[in-house]
């Protein structure tokens, strides 16, 4: 992932596949340093790699590998969906949490307060 240092463009950004690196290349003075930002859009579920070359001119030939110093790109994409398969109550209570119990009966508490209050107002007016 990545172009030789003498192929490349003055692109300000390199798209290669799913991955848009920024700025598509730079000199760093010694003891510098230099910030790439790699965008990672799809719309496919799936995994997708990518390898980056980082070349240093003026290095020794017999220490940097032609392809440079490579580094592995990984981006992972999901699609989000909801599950509408339909689950039992016992189901549900099943996989309850404390939270999830004590909001339950808190609200089973206010709705069994409403049924008394109705109830009760209904009785007025027989």
Known sequence: FGRHPETHSSA???????????????????????????VFETEEAQLF?????????????????SEGVLYEIVGESCIPGINTTPVSYT????????????????LEKKKKKMINTVTDIATLFK
């Open 91 to 106: 189901h549900l209570r099943a996989h309850e949490t404390p939270e999830h119990l004590v909001c339950r009966l808190l």
């Open 12 to 38: 300000e950004s390199l798209t290669l596949g799913c991955f848009t690196l920024t700025p598509a290349f730079g000199t760093v003075p010694a003891g510098g340093q230099l910030s790439v930002q790699i």
């Open 49 to 65: 790699l990518g390898k980056l070359g980082v070349y240093v001119t003026d290095s020794d030939p017999v220490e940097m590998p």
